[in-house]
């Protein structure tokens, strides 16, 4: 797979993301708002799986693609990579803490919201400094990823 193809299969999944996240977010509000809780584990569920499954995509397809980049010390690439890796970590914690069995709806609903936040935040900071056309570029890349 090609770099350009495999961002563009992420950037699909980034698409999918939004479209659960949205759908998710209205049905969290509207729980935090007193509504019926209306499946709102369930769901938080099925959006933990789906963030792992392109989590583990992302992490397969872009590491050998940032690994190839001479204009990039090799430190500088673990070190991102690694950093990528451990921002996916906190978001799989998240998640985890949103479906927990034990939640009242409210405390659901504010887990869900705060879910939707980091996860939105994550992958804007991705396609700005790693999936967008023209990032893989020495002068447009920190030393950190969405430091
Ligand atoms: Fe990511
Ligand atoms: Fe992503």
Redesign the pocket.
């Known amino acids: 797979m090609t770099a350009k193809e495999a961002r563009q299969l992420l950037l699909g999944q980034h698409e999918r993301l939004r479209q659960a996240l949205g759908e998710l977010e209205r049905l969290a509000k509207a729980v935090a708002a007193g509504s019926e809780s209306a499946g709102l584990r369930a769901r938080a569920i099925a959006l933990g799986e789906m963030v792992r499954d392109?989590?583990l995509d992302?992490?397969r397809l872009l590491q050998p693609i940032l690994k190839n980049l001479d204009a990039w010390g090799p430190e500088r690439i673990d070190r991102l990579i690694e950093h990528?890796a451990d921002?996916?970590a906190a978001?799989h914690r998240t998640l985890d803490e949103a479906a927990s069995e034990e939640l009242s709806d409210g405390r659901r609903a504010s887990a869900v919201l705060v879910a939707v936040r980091e996860l939105t935040e994550?992958?804007e900071c991705?396609e700005r400094e790693?999936l967008a056309e023209n990032v893989l570029r020495d002068d447009v890349i920190t030393d950190g990823f969405c430091g």
Do not use: T, V
């Open positions: 392109h989590n992302e992490e990528h921002e996916h978001l994550h992958m991705e790693l």
